[in-house]
């Protein structure tokens, strides 16, 4: 037992001590792996017939009754003092990154598939980097290559978001029969968006992703002045619950619809506020907290991966001629763009030696003319310069 313990002890040191690069790395890895279920899980809870005003209802509260305790212990010497503006910021961030951003991914995720939705969420860099162009945040600088490529993968993003929406095109791909046998016992009630409007659902979800790219935008600030990042995350689920409810009372009159009619149900709802809301929210504030708004979205290619063989094999999705067309250039642009971040960031650290060179040598120069006034009190600074 003693034993165990000095293992376990010696792996949690091990964690401790990995370097923070690697952690952002790991959870974002982590996160998209998570993120790839929820698309699945949402999916077939659209399919089993829950409302898509009380799913995200039931998400949220899930997620805020997961953060509240350890945002209420852990950060209780970080969080500020509460202000009206404060809660006006938070009510904004949940009406962009909670209502809208929900509200427009399931609309439509109900509307096109698990796969094409992961898809044009990998042009939320560019969108971001665009939102943060026009806010003045980011610098475009069209003179040097990291400015070309950023504004290059923002336009290639712009175009594959357009191609899926546009243009759907033949079937390239349909899972065979026999995966689909196989898939059918445990994945009955599943199935393909057929008989939807591909082109509104692309256009909801293109709404999503400039929600989604808004929300990491506007919370950078906030969490410049309110350094509490999981009471931020507590207090957006609070108002996003408090705005879907309102949508509710207008929109939701079945009251059955508010009652779970199987543990399929139940299992996609806790999903969703566990590992979509509650871990990944937080994970996601740390990962922008540290590694700046753009670096959220380098691991999403992963998550479109991963979601492209899970809904083939559970869902029985169909891959289409136009979707793979939009995501290849979606996916392009974001690479762009994460090039040209990564080259500013060169040009910044070069910037920064050149300064703390130049600031160097004015305070050497400084002290050799303290010193030689020092020596020669009575010798002039103009014959000291010649």
Known sequence: MADGGGSAGARLRMMCSMPEKLQLHL??????????????????????????????????????LLLLPFAYFLEKKERPAMSLSFLVQFFLLATVGITANQGFYL?????????????????????????AAILRIEQVRFNRKDGIAKMAGTLLCVTGASVITLYKGPTIYSPGPPLQTVAAPLFASLGDAKGKNWTLGCIYLIGHCLSWSGWLVLQAPVLKKYPARLSVTSYTCFFGVIQFLILAAFIERDYNAWFFHSGGEVFTVFYAGVVASGIAFAVQIWCIDRGGPVFVAVYQPVQTLVVAVVASAALGEEFYLGGIIGAALI???????????????????????????????IISNSISDVKSSITHPLLSASNQNV
Do not use: C
């Open 107 to 131: 609309l439509g995720l109900d509307n096109t598939s698990p796969t094409f939705a992961s898809a044009i969420q990998n042009s939320v860099p560019a969108i971001t980097f665009l939102l």
């Open 331 to 361: 996916i392009t642009g974001l690479y762009f763009v994460l090039w040209g971040k990564s080259e500013e960031m060169k040009y910044l650290q070069k910037e920064k030696s050149v300064t703390s060179q130049s600031a160097d040598g």
């Open 27 to 64: 959870a974002m890895l982590a996160l998209q792996f998570g993120y790839a279920g929820f698309h699945v899980v949402s999916r077939a809870a659209l399919n089993m017939g829950i409302s898509k005003i009380v799913y995200p209802v039931y998400r949220n509260i899930i997620a805020l």
